[in-house]
């Protein structure tokens, strides 16, 4: 080719330069990087258990793959699997529904993007109310699904909980959906039954929305509160699109699993996200689908067992966060995640001369000085940005170890 042939250039869409990257991946990449230098790191940053899923799952997978459910599957999946989630949200859950109401995708993250893209169109001005801080994946999602999220900030003060009037007022014309993720990443806080009955009620006076609740970490609750499903409430449950997967409380994440639970109108929710589904990705895994009854009837004293730890770590990282100075840390009673707030020291020096200014900063010194990753709260929205999330998905060694290590740091830091 002459070297004044028209070099053929890749133009990219506004819809994949506008989605930023994870602010997470880059504190993962210096983890990495320190590790292959030979530094031992404490890592307090993972979403995920860092337990083995349970055997009598992985058992049910090979066995499927063993018998040949190697092939495509319809796109809204095996009966079997999709009545034993329907059977669990009856009678876990309380939430009147059939496996026709039924959506399972590729992890609760693929059945949030498409309850989006089921229930907003691009260029509508279409709006969804979002609590924050909140996952860091929502406000992407809702924009590539053609809509603008609207957030109602929480404060520490109220354990990062938005009080009825609050979302209320967000609430507009143009408002297609709230979307309500209790337990919280990155907060690690939940509402109330109670609270979750006054949100309802709020909701009930405006009958365009639709509530969609993220209820992934449902299983892992620490304090006093049982978890309540907006779904189950009969007022508003035909409105309710209930977000649910293996993820987190079956240590699955790898598998991806997430379903989706949408009654009203006749499952119409539901079907159109199969639908969807049907041109994006076909279907999970085909031999996933085999794992999902066994996951939910027979693994009762598996998920006990992971339970019983987390809540021992979720005290543990509590007690130490507590001993830390100038920081407030509501106690974490869902999820995984505690999430302090560490903007008093935002300003100040670390005797080797380097500035913590703000977040970033913070887990950037906080890393190269000590060893210790935690993720800085600055893209989870809201007061976000004075926070960092610590994940207990770890040891209770490496929280024993790693939080008082954070605790001494800080005590170094000068104005
Ligand atoms: N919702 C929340 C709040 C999450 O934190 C996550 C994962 O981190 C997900 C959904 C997605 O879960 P999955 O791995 O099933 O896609």
């Not at 009958?207 to 299983?219: G, L």
Request: hydrophobic share 40%; glycine share 6%; proline share 7%.
């Amino acid at each position: 080719m002459p070297s004044s042939a028209i070099v053929p250039t890749m133009q990219l869409s506004d819809r994949a330069t506008s989605i930023p990257p994870s602010i997470t991946l880059a504190i993962s990449a210096k983890v990495r990087e320190l590790k292959a230098d030979g530094r031992e790191v404490i890592a307090f940053g993972a979403g995920e258990p860092d337990f083995d899923t349970p055997k009598v799952i992985m058992d049910a997978a090979i066995r499927a793959m063993q018998s040949g459910e190697t092939h495509y599957m319809p796109a809204s999946g095996t009966p079997e699997a999709r009545e034993a989630i329907a059977e669990k949200l009856r009678t876990e859950n309380g939430i009147e529904c059939t496996a026709n109401d039924i959506s399972i995708n590729a992890g609760a993250k693929m059945s949030i993007n498409l309850a989006l893209m089921a229930l907003l169109d691009h260029g509508k001005g279409h709006e969804v109310v979002v609590p924050t801080p909140a996952w860091v994946s929502y406000e992407p999602m809702i924009n590539l699904a053609g809509g603008s999220m609207v957030e109602v900030p929480s404060t520490p003060e109220d354990n990062f909980k938005c009080s009825p009037e609050h979302i209320s007022a967000a609430i507009t014309p143009d408002t297609r959906a709230v979307l309500i993720n209790s337990p919280s990443n990155p907060c690690g806080t939940m509402y109330s039954e109670d609270e979750v009955r006054a949100l309802a009620d709020m909701f009930d006076s405006h009958p365009h929305v639709v509530i969609i609740s993220d209820e992934i970490y449902e299983q892992l609750i620490y304090g006093d509160d049982n978890h309540l499903s907006f779904g189950a409430i009969p007022e508003i449950a035909d409105r309710v699109v209930t977000i649910n997967g293996l993820s987190k409380a079956f240590a699955m994440t790898g598998w991806r699993i997430g379903y989706a639970c949408a009654p009203g109108n006749n499952g119409a929710v539901a079907k159109a996200m199969n639908t969807l589904q049907s041109q994006l990705n076909t279907c999970i895994a085909s031999f996933c689908y085999a794992a999902i009854p066994v996951a939910l009837n027979e693994t009762a004293d598996d998920l006990q067992s992971m339970r019983a730890t987390f809540a021992a770590r979720a005290s543990l990282m509590h007690e130490l966060i507590s001993k830390w100075p100038e920081v407030t840390c509501p106690k974490p009673t869902g999820a995984f995640y505690a999430f302090p707030r560490v903007a008093a020291h935002f300003g100040k020096t670390t005797p080797a001369g380097r500035k913590v200014d703000d977040a970033v900063s913070f887990a950037e010194v906080l890393l190269e000085e000590t060893g210790v990753a935690v993720v800085p709260g600055t893209a989870f929205g809201g007061c976000g940005p004075e926070h960092i999330r610590l994940s207990f998905a770890c040891s209770e060694e490496q929280i024993a170890e790693g939080v008082p290590r954070i605790g001494v740091w800080l005590e170094t830091l000068s104005n």
